[in-house]
């Protein structure tokens, strides 16, 4: 290799590497805000901004944490909670959080509760508390494409799921679940505030959901308000969200000026070595 390949190589290899996992945690998936305001400015508002920084700071340190913040009056009492996806490190889940509750500050300004999913974690609060209670309501559901799987792909893919959603023999807490088959990838997740049996039966709930709205399509995702199952052929798993397609452009173009800015340096370094060359030859000849 001459140096010129070398440098090429070495940059692609950073720009290769360095780029996708960042959109894959932190683009959004959903969020919702309550209807009931609260008055700007009130002791309200302070314990918002109270429970969002415990959610934040917490979340450098573990992948799920609960926080009530005592108000004066009932009805100024906060609840609040954050769930990592079970594969993330300390340092990505307190940088999804921060970015989920950055967000969620935008959405629902002035609200008394607010929820919001990126795909590596969930935030939520509210002064109504939903701290340790299994809920389903269905919040997401979505399926790809139909691909027309064969009967093959159908069964692995059924397999994948039929092994997220067993509940283990010993009745063991497992918030985060992932499998796969061939091309077939599953992850299933609690939030962290489910007893292992509700955890099961909310998960069991998301999977048959799944199985049954998205029959063969190429992926497919069921959040219910305190656990999802979601599914994808092949990593082909793009949803379309408009949060993510900004995300996916900002990235593109990142890359884009990334290649010119290395194909600069490339050609200068031709220029450079076409120069000495020209310089020697001049030397040579005297
Ligand atoms: C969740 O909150 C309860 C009280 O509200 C507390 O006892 C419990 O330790 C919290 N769970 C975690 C994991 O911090
Ligand atoms: C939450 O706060 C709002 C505004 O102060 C109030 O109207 C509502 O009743 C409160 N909800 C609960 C469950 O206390």
Known sequence: ??????????????TLHTN????????FVFGG???????????????????????VNSAMLTSFNNFTIQGSTQ??????????????????????????????????????GGALQLEGCFIKYDNAT??????????????????????????RRDAVLGFLGASSSDGSYRPYRVGGSGNIQAVAQCVGDLSPSECQDCLSDAIGRLKTNCGAAAWGDLFLAKCYAR????????????????NDNEIEKTLAILIGLIAAVALLIVFLSFL????????DGK
């Open 1 to 14: 290799m001459s140096i010129t390949q070398k440098v090429l190589f070495f940059l692609l290899t950073i």
């Open 20 to 27: 996708p996992s960042f959109s894959a945690t932190e683009t």
């Open 33 to 55: 805000c309550s209807k009931l305001k609260y008055a700007p400015g009130s002791p309200y508002e302070n314990n918002v901004n109270s429970i969002l920084t415990s959610l």
């Open 75 to 112: 009805q100024d009492t906060i609840y609040g909670l954050f769930q990592c996806r079970g594969d993330l490190n300390n340092g990505d889940c307190a940088r999804c959080v921060a970015r989920a509750v950055s967000q969620v500050g935008t959405l629902c300004v002035d609200s008394c």
């Open 130 to 155: 939903f701290l340790g209670v299994e809920d389903k309501t269905v919040v997401v559901s979505k399926c790809g494409p139909l691909i027309g799987y064969d009967s093959d792909a159908l069964t």
């Open 231 to 246: 599914y994808s052929e092949g990593g082909s798993h793009s949803h379309g969200d408009k949060d993510n397609n900004s």
């Open 276 to 283: 000495r060359k020209v310089c020697e030859k001049g030397k």
